[in-house]
């Protein structure tokens, strides 16, 4: 069975990746803070809130957006798993663990 994927960002960098990736990922959602989007579709694909991730079964979230660390900092915070993020290309691996990780030390100063 085909692993699930959510694409963070129903925007252009959404849109992008999907048509890059074609059928090779089983998307089974978009997902999007904007809510004059929420209910609608991507080729087929729904745009779901935030907030419904919680609820939802899949492998991965692929970010594509250029609101990274905010995004980021938003999905720790329902809890969702840094490990269970990803960014889409052309994001380098580095830059990614990078990125995520940044996010998750700076969330660390501020709660002490």
């Known amino acids: 069975m085909?692993?699930?994927f959510v694409i963070f960002g129903a925007s252009d960098g959404g849109k992008n990746y999907l048509n890059k990736i074609g059928d090779k990922e089983n998307i089974i959602a978009f997902?999007?803070?904007d809510p004059n989007k929420h209910g609608h579709k991507?080729?087929?694909i729904p745009i779901v809130p935030?907030?419904?991730l919680k609820d939802m079964s899949f492998n991965q979230i692929v970010i594509a957006s250029e609101?990274?660390?905010e995004i980021v900092g938003q999905l720790k915070s329902i809890g969702i798993s840094p490990k269970s993020m990803r960014l889409a290309p052309p994001s380098p691996k580095e830059q990614e663990?990078?990125?995520i990780n940044q996010n998750e030390s700076r969330e660390s100063e501020t709660s002490k």
């Open 2 to 4: 085909k692993k699930k």
């Open 97 to 99: 663990a990078k990125i």
């Open 50 to 52: 935030v907030e419904t």
């Open 31 to 33: 997902c999007d803070n």
């Open 67 to 69: 609101y990274v660390s």
């Open 42 to 44: 991507i080729q087929g």
